[in-house]
């Protein structure tokens, strides 16, 4: 990946530079406080000994989401105001104007962010132990932030699947075979916000609080770039967030490099999963395997011909009603609509019916008939390839005498064919 740029402030002479600069203190020694950030001020002299100071305080303040109030995490991280801080601290520098380049990765913005809270805050606690804390503190911080930072500056979209899709794809498997080319998000930045079928099974890696569940997971596209990396691959980083903030514990931030070709999507996900290398298997391989194969199926439904997606903009068009109306009516609405987003469904509606060759009188109980994403053959000869998706189907759904059955539990196996059951 590319690097990131670290600008240190010379005690004597001010060097211009195109970065932000965190310290504790100035070069005369005068304390700053943790929340100030320096970065050398305007001006056509390289030798400028001036340097303008930022209070980054209300920003990082402001990050911190702590309840979700039920809207998707970047509509909350937005109505909190911290996206506007943000742009209010550091909108005129130059950092901002790196990390809205399209090319530019959440990764790079990450690094830049995370490497100056913990040189803002270097030296700062009493023992190793609470260093360690306060830098894994920062590390989660810069996700969180670098993510939705990202996120607005690309205009991200919400996708939100139907409780039906949710259902459909979570008992479907994928040919790993597939090539990488038919993995591709709609948007350059979105959030997948999880419905609570989703929520309910995939579950968060090492945990055992029953109410820290996934609320979804940034999905940041970005094209080739010779600025930040070799100028062929596209990166698809994931950025999995959990209901439950916990200062900023349950987040799980996953990056792949992908040539968008005939590589198969097997060797893609093990690749994204090297993450989990020297961790439990049970506790934080097979959790994430589920969640990362969950997101690359709806990116694989979105990909095809006969997909039902729906766009809705509520938050735009109530924001225009808003802008003809007095103050107090102006009010009252701009309230409501700290819950509103624009965003895009995915999905039928329903289930799809039992089909009708099964026999009545089955003593097989209700069960599902799992489906699948593969290529098939098409076209002239059968010579051209097209991605089709083989729906589930939920057997001997008339004996259901309660809820649906739940998923089945499927490893995470190899490169090739679907992922089998775990073995008993």
């Known amino acids: 990946m590319g690097g990131f740029y670290i600008f240190p402030l010379v005690a004597k002479k001010q060097r211009k ?28 002299n390289a030798d400028a000994l001036t340097v303008e100071r930022i209070d980054i305080g209300p920003a990082l303040k402001k990050s911190r989401v702590s309840k979700l109030y039920g809207r998707p995490y970047p509509v909350q991280f937005r109505n909190q105001g911290a996206f506007d801080a943000w742009r209010q601290a550091l909108g005129s520098g130059q950092e901002w104007k790196r990390w809205a380049d399209p090319e530019a990765t959440c990764w790079n913005i990450r690094q830049e962010i995370q490497q100056q809270l913990d040189d803002m805050r270097a ?31 690309q205009k991200g979209a919400i996708i939100e699947a139907t409780p039906a899709l949710e259902t459909l794809l979570l008992n479907s498997d994928m040919d790993l075979d597939l090539p990488m080319k038919m993995v591709a998000p709609s948007y350059p930045a979105q959030y997948l916000r999880f419905g609570p079928e989703a929520a309910r099974h995939l ?19 970005t094209p080739p770039s010779t600025r930040y990396g070799d100028g062929i691959k596209w990166t698809l980083e994931l950025i999995f967030v959990s209901q439950r903030q916990d200062c900023y514990s349950g987040q799980v931030a996953l990056l792949g ?12 996900l093990n690749r994204v999963l090297d993450t989990a290398k ?26 095809l011909r006969q997909a039902r997606s ?15 109306l007095g103050v107090k009516k102006r009010a009252r609405l701009l309230q409501r609509v700290e819950s509103l987003y624009n965003g895009i469904r995915v999905g ?12 009545g009188g089955s003593t097989v109980a209700p069960h599902w008939r799992r489906g699948h994403f593969r290529m098939q053959a098409c076209g002239v ?25 739940a998923p089945k539990p499927y490893r995470a196996g190899g490169t090739r064919g679907p992922e089998r059951p775990v073995a008993s």
């Open 17 to 44: 530079t195109r970065g932000w600069s965190m310290r504790k203190h100035v070069s005369t020694g005068r304390p700053m406080g943790l929340d100030m950030v320096l970065r050398p001020a305007s001006s056509g």
């Open 123 to 153: 030296g700062t606690h009493d023992n190793m132990e609470a260093e360690a804390r306060a830098r894994v503190d920062a590390r989660m911080q810069a996700i969180s932030i670098s993510a939705n930072l990202k996120y607005e500056l």
């Open 203 to 221: 579950k968060v890696p090492d945990s055992d609080v029953p109410d820290r569940l996934f609320d979804g997971v940034f999905c940041f596209f």
């Open 257 to 268: 490099e992908t040539e968008r070709d005939d590589k198969p999507l097997g060797q893609w």
């Open 278 to 303: 020297g961790r439990s298997v049970e506790t934080f391989y097979k959790p994430m395997y589920a969640a990362v194969s969950y997101v690359v199926k709806v990116f694989l439904y979105m990909a």
């Open 310 to 324: 729906i766009e809705h903009h509520e938050y735009d068009e109530s924001m225009r009603r808003i802008a003809g």
């Open 348 to 359: 039928p509606d329903d289930l799809p019916q039992e089909g009708a060759a099964h026999e």
């Open 381 to 405: 000869g059968k010579l051209e390839r097209k991605l089709i998706f083989v729906a589930p189907m939920l057997i001997h759904a008339a004996q259901l005498q309660g809820d649906i059955p």
